[in-house]
């Protein structure tokens, strides 16, 4: 595993974002969802798709708090544009567990 310094950690900019809309996506490869995530008032709302259809469903993720990559460059997932990379980690079976404070945090702040 490659070693990086510290200012390598801070430009990566990842931020706590409240799912203020979720629906399913069928027209990615994989099972996926859309979301739209508030950010706070420095960053605002930005769209993702993840592969999370394994323990989340739309419904279940509306008001959920996450955590985001807010600084990469757009990218095309088929006929969507998703502006921000939400943070999971696989479980055993293969399913990607959202990562998210087990605390309410308010919108925007910056992981430290």
Not at 53 to 63: I, K, N, S
Request: aromatic share 8%; charged share 25%; net charge negative.
């Amino acid at each position: 595993m490659a070693e990086i310094t510290f200012d390598d950690f801070l430009a990566v900019d990842i931020r706590v974002g409240r799912v203020l809309r979720a629906e399913p996506f069928p027209e990615a490869h994989k099972p996926a969802i859309k979301m739209w995530i508030d950010f706070g008032p420095e960053i605002g709302e930005r769209k993702t798709s993840a592969q999370i259809t394994a323990h989340y469903t739309p419904e279940t993720l509306v008001g959920r708090q996450v955590m985001g990559v807010v600084n990469f460059p757009p990218r095309q997932i088929g006929p969507f544009m998703s502006e921000v990379l939400v943070l999971g980690a696989h479980d055993p079976i293969g399913g990607v567990v959202l990562i998210a404070p087990d605390k309410d945090i308010p919108v925007g702040e910056r992981m430290c």
